[in-house]
């Protein structure tokens, strides 16, 4: 266990369903982020809150839709789906989100989504 | 653009040494990052380099050349658990990570 939580673990999912990914992290950390990893890829970062404030939105689609109630809580929301969105995503926190080198990531183990 | 580049895939042999190469081009650099990934699992973190040399941690050791633009991570006396996938990042000048696709390494007997 790394400390941060991810459920569910695997979803599949019609394109016309809502479903919703969470995350929750217990290390007091301050920023959280949204990862989509797919097969041969680099990871592609999604969303970052810091003091769960959003600071990031890397040109992400509106369907999928985060909110961060508290630093220890992250949610993706997913609605209208399309089967390229199929893919694992990461959660991740690090201590804050400043600019810092140092700044090091801890990664939940992923939600598994299938996308029909 | 910004790009990190590292192999697809290495097959090494339990008990030996194997060293997995990362290049990057990134709008300045504020350091680089190595994690594991074992199939299913979180990626967790191994080694953060800033300066040129070798970092050492026990079987793993990590090395970094800011003038090449390369950097690489070197596992010695190899176990089945190693068998993962290795990401390199490495970390622009603000402070956003640039990620490789990972390295996928299989340890054979």
């Known amino acids: 266990e790394t400390g941060v939580t991810q459920t569910p673990r695997h979803l599949v999912m019609g394109m016309t369903n809502k479903k919703s990914l969470k995350c929750e992290q217990h290390?007091?950390?301050?920023?959280m982020y949204w990862y989509k990893q797919s097969a041969k890829k680099p990871l592609e970062l999604m969303f970052v809150y810091n003091f769960k404030e959003q600071t990031e939105n890397n040109s992400v689609p509106s369907r999928f839709s985060p909110e961060c109630p508290n630093s220890s809580h992250l949610f993706l929301h997913l609605h209208t789906l399309q089967p390229e969105d199929s893919a694992l995503y990461l959660c991740a926190s690090s201590q804050d989100g400043t600019a810092s080198g140092a700044n090091v990531l801890t990664f939940g183990a992923g939600s598994r989504l299938t996308v029909l | 653009g910004q790009n990190i580049d590292q192999p697809t895939e290495m097959t090494a042999t339990e008990g030996a040494i194997v060293q997995i190469n990362c290049t990057y081009q990134t709008s300045g650099f504020n350091g680089l990052f190595w994690y594991q990934q074992h199939a299913g699992e979180a990626p967790t973190f191994l080694s953060y380099?800033?300066l040129d040399g070798l970092e050492e941690k026990g079987r793993f050791s990590s090395f970094l050349s800011r003038s090449k633009g390369y950097s690489y991570l070197l596992l010695k006396e190899l176990q089945m658990k190693d068998s993962a996938s290795y990401l390199c990042a490495a970390m622009d000048s603000n402070y956003q990570l640039i990620w490789g696709a990972g390295t996928k390494l299989i340890i054979k007997p």
């Open positions: 380099n800033v």
């Open positions: 290390l007091g950390h301050n920023a």
